[in-house]
């Protein structure tokens, strides 16, 4: 447009020349239209200021144990960065003004729960110690402790792994410096106290518990126990994040917290020994009451995830009046079904010897019963196959596996006939069925409890072939071996794979006066944590008014535990 405007006034300024020069009188110039076009340069819009991104920030504790601190750090990086938006961020420091701080404390969101046990070699008698005589023994007087070692003269000696020393300087402050206090490699620490026993104990993870360590209660706190009172246990390590109330929930719903006493993933199976309802033990339950005999110990059954019972003798409508001398054979009346019930019987084993002294006929009868409440049985049943069954089950996240059979010999199941289970199907005392079911059980992540109805012995100790058909199925996979045969209390082995009892001896049964043995008996409460099995906690028991088992005193049980340790021959 600009450059036709510019033609256009240079055209009339040649024309006014043109006719000036015709002799016209002069006009006066006019003035040129100029029209001029800028192309201006916008002004740049300013960028505008960016708003500072608030940091939050985090510290943990450095005196934290180096494994915990290593795993924080990454959980705490992996939630920066889940987390990080235009509108916060989240970093780690090194300085303790954070709007979070991650450490030991009982205020906050838990992110890490530690528990400390205390341990000794198995065969050691003592049950328990004092919270203050420990920290004393810490302190430098290792005389505090020196009734472990059971003769109350010398002090043991305290073994722990590195890690385990952290945590314990955490919860007590550093330890002295005493020969009585050795920090050895975490896969030393149970060898080396066996070494030194019998004055000798460890601190450990309790989830690093196993069959050869015997745990110890702590003021009375039994750690083995779902009622354990923890608010009270003084081994217990709590790290905690506090700080900015936000930031601090939104970690306790984002990070995982790790917890190594878990109850949702622990398993309390209670193994019994004999019961038969019959005889003596019938006579005072029609006298005193159906649950006469379980009424001192009830509680050390129906706290169990599962509690076992080894009934020998079928229900039999029919089944003539107890008397004191009915002898061996034997029934029991199904009103008495009622004494199971009340101690919380999950499983039934049907490995005794006086399953048929009626008839082959009671058993299935017998084992509907037990269907009908809702209970299992293994180590027999209505014929070979369902007698050779294992049972399998899982408890918690524990996958747990019960297999048995009967070594000694009576009414055992055929393909057509019910029964007790054979130890193989062609043989009844060759264990190699048992042996490879075993193999099997473990190759799946079963946890297995085999059951043995062996031989019955009236005295403590074992015998060369007991010792030794025991271990094989210890050997093939099973974490718990248990003489269910045994009348009379039996010693133990344990190893690295688990914990053999040679025999448990009478619980519903006991009118057999003639022996103190006979008359002792032993609830084997086995606890299983993560898929592991951690060891067991022995109950002890006399049985009075040739029924009623009664829980022994301190001394008696301590002459028992002298005794069966004694026997059994630890190495």
């Given amino acids: 447009m600009a450059a036709r405007t510019l033609k256009r006034v240079a055209c009339c300024v040649c024309a006014a020349l043109v006719l000036a020069g015709c002799g016209g009188a002069p006009q006066p110039e006019p003035t040129p239209e100029i029209t001029v076009i800028f192309h201006a340069t916008p002004t740049p819009t300013p960028e505008p200021t960016p708003t500072p991104v608030p940091v939050k920030t985090i510290w943990i504790d450095p005196a ?30 090194d300085s303790s003004a954070a709007d979070v701080r991650i450490g030991v404390g009982d205020a906050g969101a838990p992110l890490i729960t530690h528990t400390l046990a205390v341990a000794a070699p198995f065969p050691t008698v003592p049950d328990g110690i004092a919270f203050a005589d420990f920290a004393r023994f810490w302190r430098g007087e290792p005389a505090a402790l020196a009734g472990l070692s059971d003769d109350e003269q010398t002090p043991p000696t305290l073994f722990l792994d590195p ?129 006469y005999p379980a009424e001192k110990i009830r509680d050390w059954l129906v706290t169990a995830d599962v509690t076992h019972i080894s009934n020998e003798v079928s229900f039999w409508e029919n089944c003539p009046p107890p008397s004191f001398s009915s002898g061996v054979v034997m029934c029991s009346d199904p009103r008495y079904m009622e004494l199971l019930r009340y101690v919380g019987t999950d499983v039934i084993e049907l490995t005794g010897n006086h399953l048929w002294d009626y008839g082959y006929q009671r058993v299935i009868p017998t084992i509907e019963m ?21 049972l399998t089950m899982t408890v918690n996240g524990n996958r747990i596996a019960f297999i048995g059979c ?38 799946e992540g079963y946890n297995v409890i085999a059951t043995l109805q062996y031989e019955e012995y009236y005295f403590y100790q074992s015998t060369p072939q007991q010792r030794r058909d025991f271990a094989a199925l210890r050997d093939a996979g099973a974490v718990v071996v248990n003489g269910s045969q045994g009348h ?41 944590y993560d898929n592991r099995y951690l060891g067991v906690d022995l109950r002890t028991a006399f049985i009075e008014d040739l029924s009623q088992p009664r829980p022994m005193t301190p001394e008696e049980r301590a002459e028992l535990l002298r005794k069966l340790f004694e026997v059994s021959r630890f190495q």
């Fill in 488 to 528: 009379h209390v039996q010693g133990f082995d344990v190893n690295a794979d688990g914990f053999i009892h040679w025999g448990t001896g009478n619980i519903f049964f006991g009118d057999q006066t003639f022996s103190r043995g006979a008359l002792t008996t032993m609830v084997d409460r086995h606890v299983f």
């Fill in 406 to 443: 009967n070594h000694f010999g009576a009414n055992w199941a055929t393909e057509r006939l019910p029964g007790s289970a054979p130890c193989s199907p062609n043989d009844p005392k060759d264990l190699s069925y048992q042996i490879e079911t075993i193999r099997q059980l473990k190759a």
């Fill in 64 to 93: 934290l144990p180096t494994r915990w601190r290593e795993s924080l750090v990454q959980q705490m990086g992996e939630f920066a960065q889940r987390t990080a938006s235009s509108r916060r961020r989240v970093t780690l420091t």
């Fill in 163 to 291: 890690e385990t020393r952290a945590v314990l300087t955490l919860l007590l402050g550093p330890a002295a410096e005493s020969q009585n206090i050795q920090i050895v490699p975490v896969e030393e620490v149970i060898t080396s106290a066996w070494a030194a026993q019998p004055a000798a104990f460890a601190v450990v993870p309790f989830d690093r518990l196993e069959a050869r360590w015997k745990l110890l209660h702590v003021d009375g706190i039994n750690l083995f126990e779902r009622e354990a009172d923890m608010s009270a246990y003084p081994l217990t390590l709590s790290v905690r994040a506090q700080g900015d109330p936000a930031l601090v929930a939104e970690i306790a719903t984002t990070v995982p917290a790790a917890n190594n006493r878990d109850l949702s993933k622990m398993a309390i199976v209670a193994m019994t020994g004999v019961t038969a309802l019959v005889r003596g033990t019938a006579v005072r339950m029609e006298e005193k009451g159906i649950t």
């Fill in 370 to 390: 037990y269907e009908r409440e809702g209970w299992h049985y293994f180590g027999g049943g209505r014929d070979l196959a369902d007698a050779l069954k294992p």
